[in-house]
Every structure is written in C-alpha cells, then in structure tokens.
C-alpha cells in the first residue's frame, strides 16, 4: 500500500496518542506522522505545515472530541476559517469514547468526514483508508 504523506493526531491523552502512533506505525499508514495535544496545537501545526509550497500537509486528522485549551469542536470552528490551499484535500475523522445528542448533532454541521470510536483499530484504520483515500492495508 502506498503511504499517505502525513498524519496528524489531535488528542490530550498522552496513551491515547502513543498507541495510536504505535498502531498506524506498525500498519505503515504514513511516511509522517504529528501530534497536537490539543486544537491549538493542531492549528500551529497546521498553520507552519500547510503552505502553498509544502507537501507535510496532512491529507488525514485524526480528532479527539473532548481536550482541554481548545476542544475538537472549537478546533474545526476555527479552521474553517484557516486559508490554507491543502484544506479541501484534508481528510478530518472525529474520533471519541463517546459523543452526546447535542455535540452529534453540531458536529454533522462541522467539515468531517466522520466520526470514529476510540480506539482505533486495524479494521477502523482500514476503513478510513478504503473510504476515503481508495487504500487496503495488506493482508
């Protein structure tokens, strides 16, 4: 399978992200992967990697619904408002332990491809690859 180019996880749990990373790492999804403790962080990143020049945009987020600072929803508020050329080649997965009436119902106003439970797993990673990059894992 060809690799994306990059990977950004956003989630304030440090095991969280390391057995995310260890994951998508050992399933050789990315050539690179970032991560953003939270939706601040995921902008700065975003902000310095994005630009009309660089090819460490990340085509795939991976986001966490609930961090402190600048939570996934406040998160994909403000990018919206990002002018970056790659925006509409990025793909943002929602991912969470658990997303309530209210906060479902504003994240389908919200610019992502989906929403995901944690914690990923080969068949999720897969699927979001088949999805909406047209890549399989290997067998």
Do not use: W
């Not at 996880?9 to 953003?36: C, I, K, Y």
């Not at 990018?79 to 997303?99: D, E, G, N, R």
């Amino acid at each position: 399978m060809q690799k994306l180019p990059s990977v950004l996880l956003v989630d304030d749990d440090s095991t969280t992200n390391f057995l995310h990373q260890l994951l998508l790492n050992r399933l050789g999804v990315a050539e690179q992967l970032v991560v953003a403790e939270n939706g601040v962080e995921a902008l700065a990143t975003l902000t310095q990697t994005c630009t009309a020049t660089s090819t460490n945009c990340p085509v795939l987020i991976l986001l966490d619904v609930n961090m402190p600072i600048m939570n996934g929803i406040e998160f994909l508020e403000a990018y919206q408002h990002l002018p970056l050329p790659q925006k509409q080649a990025i793909v943002i997965v929602m991912l969470t332990t658990s997303l309530n009436a209210r906060d479902l119902d504003r994240v389908q106003e919200l610019p992502i491809a989906g929403v995901v439970n944690k914690p990923l797993t080969r068949e999720k990673v897969n699927t979001i690859l088949q999805v909406h990059f047209q890549r399989e894992l290997p067998q």
